[in-house]
């Protein structure tokens, strides 16, 4: 068998016993009836980093919470990135912070910047924490000043270990690289933490001239993904028995019409693209590159660089009101699309993905291109939601049919205005995490005692932040 991440992560899911237990959903419904609700959070004394804010944060929602179940699993998750998966050093006698995804020890852009998006509110008041962001921020930078097309790195910036999986892969690997696949959001998310962190804290501290030169790297990636006069330098094949790993055409992607969008190889799922133009990863670029726009323009004064980053947002977007849409149904995106007029429909539970669209701030929630959209993801239409005994959810190729992400659930309620709906997300959540306590990658439609990931830290952060949002804008869906 070779050795994959998604081999992995299927083989840590049964060692915890999830795809191995067979006892069956009904089973795991009434073991849920006699737990006894004890914190499944480390001994203070082993938990890698600690805020006092958020500990104040977290007993004023757990009061709140009228169900012990849902107060417990809100306890044992909104935590857990802090808990567990935090490493926190000094590097060139700056800050640096260093959050690894959980059962794998290295950090993707993406995750460390979800996992601790949830605690960005309370920021300006604890100074651990704004250490905590401080060094991210940079680690961040000098990541993508390592190679901006790479999805997840090394504690050491130096190291040449590669994870098991990529160390055959034929691309350009450099020190520092645990995988290098080239999706769009790995760079968005970072701007969007960062932007983040400023909005919420008024500290200008990590954006020095390093985090300055990353993100002209961002750019200036950017529109060499446009392709517009060749295919650029970045390509990527793995050997795997996983068509999924590998993007066609000698790792290319297949063919595309340069019309403006911005080409990516793999989706957030870490799964090749069919059509190498992401329409919600090309929205999430408009919207990261308007706010490194303020904040250069803020923070740095730099008219030229501004203007640049808001030129290409536009572009970029002219692009997905012109090729993003559905044939035949243009009040609806499509979800990946070619420039010759080829687009397929469907959605991944990962974000960006169309129903987080709202959620990245790529548009309004009522938008209703968004709404209609929406609403096509969660239905049959899309060949990855599944509706099931224990949940309706979306899933995508990375675990396979029948498999829900609770995290697309975690979104839907999100990205709702309807109490009845986001009640019923949370009815899904509070039983389908098998007795764990916590959230998964993925669960069986029929029996989430068949799942991925036992400590998967972002899908935990994301279900921390949807609780907390709900304590704070509709408390009486917690109080029952």
């Not at 959070?41 to 757990?62: C, D, G, I, M, Y």
């Not at 323009?297 to 997905?320: N, P």
């Not at 959605?347 to 968004?370: E, H, I, V, W």
């Amino acid at each position: 068998m070779t050795m994959t991440r998604r081999t992995l992560l299927k083989l840590a899911g049964a060692a915890a016993g999830g795809l191995a237990s067979g006892t069956g959903f009904a089973r795991a419904q009434a073991a849920a009836t006699t737990l006894h609700y004890a914190s499944h959070r480390p001994p203070p004394a082993k938990r890698l980093f600690t805020s006092a804010a958020v500990e104040r944060q977290l007993a004023r929602t757990t009061a709140k919470i009228g169900d012990p179940e849902l107060a417990w699993l809100f306890g044992n998750c909104y935590p857990n990135t802090l808990d567990t998966t935090v490493h926190l050093d000094t590097l060139d006698g700056r800050p640096d912070t260093f959050i690894v995804t959980g059962d794998i020890d290295a950090m993707w852009l993406r995750d460390s910047s979800a996992q601790v998006w949830p605690y960005l509110p309370l920021a300006r008041g604890d100074k651990a924490l704004q250490r905590l962001y401080r060094g991210l921020i940079h680690r961040q930078a000098l990541c993508i000043a390592i190679d901006p097309y790479a999805n997840a790195f090394l504690p050491d910036p130096r190291s040449r270990a590669a994870l098991s999986w990529a160390l055959h892969d034929d691309t350009e690997m450099r020190p520092g690289v645990a995988e290098r696949k080239w999706e769009i959001d790995s760079l968005c998310w970072p701007i969007r933490l960062a932007h983040g962190y400023w909005q919420a804290s008024g500290d200008t501290a990590p954006f020095d001239d390093d985090w300055r030169a990353a993100m002209h790297g961002v750019l200036a990636t950017f529109r060499t993904q446009q392709r517009k006069h060749d295919r650029g330098p970045y390509h990527f094949q793995r050997m795997s028995e996983v068509a999924s790993e590998n993007p066609p055409l000698s790792g290319y992607g297949n063919p595309t019409r340069p019309v403006g969008l911005i080409h990516s190889m793999f989706r957030p799922s870490d799964d090749a693209c069919l059509y190498p133009l992401s329409v919600p990863s090309n929205f999430f670029a408009v919207t990261s590159l308007r706010q490194l726009a303020t904040m250069s323009e803020s923070i740095h004064h730099d008219s030229r660089f501004t203007a640049d980053c808001r030129a290409l947002a536009d572009e970029v977007e002219q692009a997905l009101h012109r090729y993003g849409r559905l044939t035949g149904n243009d009040d609806v995106w499509a979800y990946e699309v070619d420039g010759f007029g080829n687009q397929v429909f469907m959605d991944d539970a990962n974000s960006p993905s169309l129903s987080s669209l709202a959620y990245l701030g790529a548009c309004t929630a009522d938008d209703p291109r968004y709404r209609r959209t929406r609403a096509l993801a969660w239905s049959d239409r899309n060949p990855y939601f599944f509706d099931g005994k224990a949940a309706q959810g979306i899933g995508g190729p990375h675990q396979g049919l029948r498999m829900i992400w609770p995290m697309s659930i975690t979104m839907r309620a999100l990205t709702s205005d309807s109490d009845a709906e986001i009640g019923q997300c949370l009815r899904w959540l509070r039983t389908t995490h098998a007795g764990t306590g916590f959230m998964h990658e993925a669960f069986d439609q029929d029996d989430p005692t068949k799942y991925t990931r036992s400590w998967f830290a972002w899908a935990n952060s994301l279900f921390g932040e949807l609780i907390v949002t709900l304590a704070e804008q509709r408390p009486r869906l917690l109080q029952a």
